[in-house]
């Protein structure tokens, strides 16, 4: 059996300033593809909040006037509106997996029959009472993002912040030479990601564009306090915005997981900070979440190793 060239691409910027490392036995640097898993989200929120922005929508209006074509199926909560969804408070009932959405196939109007199917299953809580993380509620938000800007959410996604942002090897199309995963002592074939599915999770990045993301952001005071206001309530299991948890002292992170790579980032605002790790293995959240926690702790004093691990587990 061969070596298993696995490890992580660590990226990190400083006041715009950038280093990279990479631990383990992958032959990859910064430039190099992985799939990036839910990392994907904080992008699908970004872009939303700033088309919203620009055509003068609130964030607080209810999902379903901006939705029409979904209106005859709709049994969920009619209150629930664009923001509790980029913030996973929209209490919609769990019921539409990974598997179910695949089924749906490539279509163009794939991700709209996606929402559906989350609609009609109504809601299990009131809108705002209570946190739970649902890659449902972005297919809705990527429905709503297409239909204010009347593009497709792939092309909404490019012309609102890819292109602007100079993201230029982020996409949802698998590259050319992509990073291979590996389970194990196993290594993966690359499949397709269900299309239905991409507004949650459906992106392929390299740590220099996820730095230039994160630089792009912190350059915008205004859109970073938008993105970091906190939507939970005390009594939730964490303090979360829209599509990023919150650390004791306004860190904002995630992590991503897909078979074969395992993804994290972390961002201090005060700090004019951003680290990213995008690994090839899936076991290896834990020394992701350590090393991304141990960076920013001179700065921060936090220890968040635990707190990066377990989100969304």
């Not at 298993?4 to 300033?17: E, K, L, M």
């Not at 055509?55 to 009619?78: C, F």
């Not at 163009?108 to 739970?132: C, I």
């Not at 996409?171 to 030479?177: C, E, N, S, V, Y």
Request: glycine share 10%.
């Amino acid at each position: 059996m061969g070596t298993v060239a696995a490890g992580a691409v660590v990226g990190v910027s400083r006041g715009g300033r950038r280093t990279f490392e990479t631990e383990g036995l992958i032959q990859a640097d910064g430039s190099s593809i992985f799939r990036i898993a839910s990392l994907t989200k904080p992008l699908t929120a970004v872009a939303t909040v700033r088309a919203f922005a620009e055509r003068g929508i609130p964030l607080a209006t209810p999902a379903v006037e901006l939705l029409p074509g979904l209106a005859a199926d709709w049994r969920a909560d009619y209150a629930i509106s664009v923001e509790q969804l980029l913030a996973q408070v929209s209490g919609l009932r769990e019921s539409v997996d990974g598997a179910t959405v695949a089924a749906l196939g490539r279509g163009p109007d794939v991700l709209m029959e996606a929402a559906r199917l989350v609609v009609r299953a109504g809601n299990e809580q009131v809108p705002g009472e209570s946190w739970s993380y649902y890659n449902g509620n972005y297919f809705l938000v990527g429905c709503l993002l297409a239909s204010v800007t009347g593009a497709s959410y792939e092309q909404a996604l490019d012309s609102t912040l890819l292109t602007p942002w100079g993201l230029s090897h982020t996409g949802f199309d698998t590259p050319a030479a992509p990073i291979t995963g590996w389970d194990g002592q196993t290594a993966l074939s690359i499949e397709d990601y269900p299309r239905g599915r991409r507004p949650s999770g459906g992106l392929w990045s390299c740590a220099e564009d996820y730095l230039s993301f994160a630089e792009h952001l912190l350059a915008d005071p205004a859109l970073v306090e938008e993105i970091r206001r906190p939507r939970t309530r005390a009594e939730d299991p964490m303090t979360y915005s829209l599509a990023w948890a919150l650390g004791p002292s306004g860190q904002m992170y995630l992590n991503g997981r897909l078979a074969g790579y395992r993804t994290a980032v972390l961002v201090a605002p005060e700090h004019g900070y951003a680290s990213v790790a995008f690994g090839n293995q899936s076991q290896l959240l834990p020394q992701i979440a350590k090393r991304l926690s141990d960076l920013q702790q001179e700065l921060t004093g936090d220890r968040l190793a635990v707190a990066i691990e377990a989100f969304a587990e």
